[in-house]
């Protein structure tokens, strides 16, 4: 007989306490499948709990009214006064301004460059030294006048040579017509003596034109500018000698936009203004345009002439010039603060005093031309009118809501004047 040994206990303990076949599998997949089902639960508390704080902070901002507004005297509103007039009877405090007759202008604005009516820069077509100067720095010159002579005396001898070669062959097809007459000479050497005469005769005008280039003439009226050159100077062909300006008449070049295609035109009045002269206007017309848009800035090239009297008036001044397509008269103007744009439209508040005291009425507004701090509304106001400037994020979009004014403020007065800009604009499409 064997006696039990310690090991053996032990395999009968284990055999005791493991449970049963199959019965772990199922537990542990038990536990497993309930912890995906506990983090779902979890991240719809979770939702739930944002959205309910996001209505709430809604409703309390919605139902909190704002601070009290600051009169112009710089006492607080009334506690009453918040965002529109709620249920207990709150009014808003606003700013206003006054809506004003004006005289508008639809206008177009650039800026551009003074060139003269016609320039050139002389220069010599062959080198040579200088042997005389025929003009004065800033003189009035003519057409025709000499300006610069150069030394021509080997050009001079040449002319002379070619004349007589071809007074030789003058005199030789004279002899040879009278001696072919009496069968002397034949017909060819009457010929050749013709042909001779011909090849002298270009040698004539080749020196002519030679001689010609040494002396440099005005090509048109107008005005010398100064000279690059001194008496005795070698130049050499293609250097500048000195500049001629018609200033008779000055052209201004600029650019528009595209948009003004279809309205600007040959013989429109142009206003040009320089920053060299202030104070001081000029009138001119529209002489031609472009017959092309450029590509790049999308802009038409327009020129202008001016009359310039007393040639006040230099080739590559600054200019800035204004054409005026239209003006109104009794145009109504609001300050640009007025406006709320809300999506592609504008809207603006109008102040109506009644038996209900002052409200606010909420008008969808037609916008005209534009000027620095003041735009036209074309419709739904008269002068006089009061409209409000400030604190119309309060009013909402509620079409009458009780206010209570705390300033009155001129059209234009919040917002400076762009630098530069003057005249309306039209509206951005």
Known sequence: MHWPTAACARRRDERV????????????????GSRPRLKKLHTWLAVAGIAALSAFAWWWQVRVPAPAAVTAAGAPAQPGAGVGAGSDGGVVSVEVGRVEAATLADDAQAVGSLRSRQGVML????????????????QRVRRGQMLVQ????????????AQAQASIARTNLQRNRELVLENFV?????DQSAAALEVAEAQVALAKAQLQRMRIVAPFDGVAGIRNINLGDYVKDGADLVSIEDLSQVLVDFRLPERFVARVKTGQGVEVSLDAL???????????????????????LVRARLDNPGDVLKSGLFARTRIVFATRDNALVVPEEALVPQGSRQYLYKIVDGAGGTM????????????????????????????????????GRGESVPVKVVDIG??????APDSGASGARAPSP
């Open 410 to 415: 001129q059209p234009g007065a919040a917002r």
């Open 17 to 32: 306490l493991r449970p049963p076949a199959g019965t772990s599998g199922r537990g542990r997949d038990a536990g497993a």
């Open 186 to 190: 034949s017909q060819s050497a009457v």
């Open 123 to 138: 220069r010599p077509e062959v080198s040579g030294r200088v042997a005389a100067i025929g003009f004065l720095d800033g």
């Open 150 to 161: 150069l030394d021509d005396t080997l050009q001079q001898a040449q002319l002379k040579q």
């Open 278 to 300: 202030p104070g001081q206007h000029f009138t001119g017309r529209i002489d031609a345009l472009d017959s092309v848009i450029d590509a790049n800035g999308r802009s038409l």
């Open 360 to 395: 606010a009425e909420r008008l969808e507004a037609r916008i005209g031309l534009r000027l620095p701090g003041k735009v036209e509304v074309l419709e739904g106001l008269a002068p006089g009118d009061r409209v409000v400037t400030a604190g119309q994020a309060r009013l």
